[in-house]
């Protein structure tokens, strides 16, 4: 039976991060954090069965970095190898701080054997480090999120929002344009008003250590770049984020985090500071974690 791919990253994730080894010595040293200086670790979350046969593997990261972003162009240094055969399968280029799961997926086809891999390989300062997934049985997992439960009739009922872009192709460095969006969504699935725990929405604060990387900070202390999760933004219903999936460097997006659509409007503004060719990715959610529906895009721009 399919699991919650959130329950195995889990395991996969203390795996990772703690190795093999119960020694304190071993643990103490992976429970260190670092603002900058170290790799990026490419993670296999599972696969899922497709309703045409094909199959779809699920793959995250983890940038054991707290603060700095790091830039791997496709290539040698970012590639994949063996499944479909192609070095670029989609996969970022961008990889922000600390974990971030499920973030994007590659489709194999029906004849992909159980004894065939896919490989991620993610080289960082001369470090290469490698996910590699396979139709093992207890690595499937649910391809909604759902955790195995069946889904409701009002989920069942659901569509999902529908997304029109005004984004400028080209701009330039250190300019801000706007990234505008109509997003048009049913209604469902309807949002309840739960009690909210004393100070449980209430955002920390951050002093920026004396020294510290040239990262713009936002409240939550993450780079202002950084999107914030939308389980942990507080807002329940129709919503939208900004990332950027690819590129030479980070793009200050204000409001920084997920924000609220309304009236159909959700616009942010982008500055850009660094020339080059950028991928940015949105994101529209038309409800909680679990039972909404998700609609992904990415548009190109250029930066001169």
């Known amino acids: 039976m399919p699991v919650s791919y959130r329950w195995f990253l889990g395991l996969g994730l203390v795996a990772l991060l703690l190795g093999v080894s119960a020694s304190a010595e071993a643990q103490d040293w992976n429970n260190m954090k670092f603002r900058a200086g170290q790799n990026v670790q490419p993670v296999f979350e599972g696969w899922s069965r497709n309703d045409d046969g094909s199959f779809t593997m699920h793959f995250g990261y983890l940038n054991r970095n707290w603060i700095e972003e790091v830039h791997v162009p496709i ?38 054997g159980t004894s065939q891999r896919l490989d991620w390989l993610l080289t960082v300062r001369g470090e290469t480090m490698q996910a590699s997934g396979w139709l093992q049985p207890e690595w499937e997992t649910a391809p909604d999120d759902q955790g195995g439960r069946a889904a409701s009739a009002e989920q069942l009922r659901n569509t999902a929002p ?66 914030a999760s939308q389980s942990g933004s507080g807002i329940r219903g129709l919503r939208m984020s900004w990332i950027v999936w690819r590129g ?57």
């Open 75 to 112: 290539g040698a240094d970012n590639r994949f190898e063996g499944g479909t055969g192609a070095v670029d399968v989609g996969q970022p280029t961008f990889f922000y701080p600390r974990a971030h799961r499920r973030v994007f997926e590659v489709t194999v086809p029906s004849s992909f």
């Open 162 to 227: 529908t997304v029109t872009l005004d984004v400028p192709s080209s701009t330039t460095a250190q300019s801000t344009v706007t990234l505008g969006a109509r997003v048009v969504d049913d209604g469902l699935p309807t949002i309840r008003e739960v009690e909210d725990r004393a100070g449980s929405n209430d955002p920390p604060t951050f002093v920026k250590p004396e020294g510290e990387l040239d990262a713009p900070m936002n409240v939550t202390g993450m780079p202002n770049n950084k999107r």
């Open 248 to 304: 030479p460097a980070g793009v200050l997006f204000e409001p920084a985090s997920t924000i609220a659509v309304e009236n159909e409007q959700a616009d942010v503004t982008a500055t850009f500071t660094a020339p080059g060719e950028y991928v940015l990715r949105y994101e529209a959610t038309d409800g909680p974690d679990r039972g909404g529906l998700v609609v992904v895009g990415e548009v190109p721009v250029t930066v001169r």
